[in-house]
């Protein structure tokens, strides 16, 4: 079983400030994904990487693929109120899984005025 | 574009009926539909892997019996929670698979099952 760690769990900060989610795994990943959530509603997909080492940028979202491809970070910029969410990590498995997304155990982000 | 809908968004019933959920891929074809189950406060838990044509894949732990998955078309597939029960209640969320851009999933807006 593939499994996908996230830190922290819960996280609350101040408009302003950085922060940085940790997803880490023992599993090696073909992709992996990063979606934020918010109450009753499904993820949004906001970046995917592939390769070993890779990093991202989405305006104030850095997002970088390790290069052994069994971890990840998103770091974000100036955080606002906007950016509460669940934060989800994705990870599709080399073999066996085939197409299948394993998720991390979630970062509850919450961006306070 | 990518867009995914379910249907309904919100649901309750009473212990010992069926519901049925609706997921469909409303601009692209999708070979692969995946349902979800997510807890307050959780990550999601996939139930089974939905190939068109052809029986899902059940995880581990998950009763096929009871979730009756039919994905009858490139862009909707259903699933159908027999005899439910209060332990039943959850947020259902399925994703479809583009088939072009295969290592992405897509997301509907979820399902939220109350079972009294």
């Known amino acids: 079983t593939q499994l996908l760690e996230q830190s922290p769990q819960f996280l609350s900060i101040q408009e302003g400030e950085n922060l940085t989610v940790y997803c880490n795994s023992s599993s090696v990943f073909s992709s992996l994904q990063w979606y934020r959530q918010e109450p009753g509603e499904g993820p949004v997909l906001l970046v995917t990487?592939?390769?070993?080492?890779e990093v991202k940028k989405l305006k104030r979202l850095t997002f970088q693929f390790g290069d052994a491809r069994k971890d990840s970070s998103l770091h974000i910029t100036a955080a606002q109120p906007g950016d509460t969410g669940l934060y989800l990590c994705?990870?599709?498995?080399?073999?066996?899984?085939?197409?299948?997304?394993?998720f991390g155990t979630g970062t509850q982000l919450k961006v306070e005025l | 574009g990518a867009v995914v809908s379910q249907h309904p968004s919100r649901v309750i019933c009473k212990s010992g009926t069926s519901v049925k959920i609706e997921c469909r891929s409303l601009d692209f074809q999708a070979t692969t539909m995946f349902w979800y189950r997510q807890f307050p406060k959780q990550s999601l838990m996939l139930m089974a892997t939905s190939n068109e044509g052809s029986k899902a894949t059940y995880e581990q732990g998950v009763e096929k019996d009871k979730f009756l998955i039919n994905h009858a078309s490139l862009t909707l597939s259903t699933l159908t929670v027999t005899s439910a029960h209060p332990e039943d209640s959850s947020f259902y969320i399925c994703?479809?698979?583009?088939?072009?851009?295969?290592?992405?999933?897509?997301f509907g807006p979820g399902t939220r099952l109350t079972v009294t």
């Open positions: 994703s479809a698979r583009d088939r072009v851009f295969s290592y992405e999933q897509y």
């Open positions: 990487v592939v390769t070993g080492g």
């Open positions: 994705a990870g599709e498995g080399l073999t066996g899984g085939g197409n299948k997304l394993t």
